[in-house]
């Protein structure tokens, strides 16, 4: 692949606002669960850093709480479903807290050991490398509304990292991040931005 064509492709990762699940630590996959009302705060808090893009494509994972962030941001209107998007599926795990799996389960680790009856991390890693394969031919401003676990392998995996990577990649609600390339050697994944919420920044560091 030609690398200034590689090298055109920027991704803006944005997790979903708080949601009661996410509050509380309980593993939210297949549930469709509405955005809190701090959390669709926290939505709208990022329309200013989005609103000077000029995205190619817009991109959400299926799940209601993805899209609507995407709409508080202010990007509803050009959002397609993604499913690729979709969070880990937590199967057996699904509504219960690290510390509920941990007492029938000690020392477990999603991106280790996955989830029962759900996705293991090497098809979680096969999901992400097949949709930022896609992505890398279409090159562009592209923005992804998805969710923590998802996007912290979608990270792993653009700097070709295994999926075991994701466990140091914090990844709050609503927020962005940035996955682009090296300027200086485009052939070079880089992550550019990490984590930012700004709504927990003071005014003058907020996006304007």
Not at 1 to 16: Q, V
């Amino acid at each position: 692949m030609n690398p200034a064509r590689k090298a055109s492709l920027r991704l803006t990762l944005i997790r979903h606002g708080e949601t009661e699940w996410s509050l509380s630590g309980q593993h939210t996959g297949r549930t469709d669960i509405a955005l809190t009302a701090r959390g669709e705060d926290g939505a709208r808090a990022l329309e200013p850093c989005l609103r000077g893009i000029a995205f190619a494509r817009v991109l959400t994972s299926p799940r209601a709480r993805a899209q609507r962030t995407a709409v508080l941001a202010g990007l509803g209107a050009a959002a397609e479903i993604e499913p690729d998007l979709a969070e880990w599926d937590y199967g057996d795990y699904e509504g219960l807290r690290s510390a509920d799996i941990h007492k029938e389960r000690p020392g477990w680790n999603i991106f280790r050991d996955g989830c029962p009856h759900g996705e293991t991390p090497a098809e979680v890693a096969d999901r992400a490398d097949r949709l930022l394969a896609r992505l890398r031919a279409e090159g562009g401003e592209i923005a992804l509304f998805t969710h923590g676990h998802f996007g912290r392998v979608l990270a792993a995996r653009w700097i070709g990292a295994p999926v075991i990577m994701g466990e140091r990649f914090t990844l709050g609600v609503a927020s962005l991040s940035v996955l682009g390339f090296e300027p200086s050697h485009p052939e070079t994944s880089t992550v550019v931005l990490w984590n930012f919420d700004p709504s927990n920044e003071p005014g003058s560091a907020r996006c304007k």
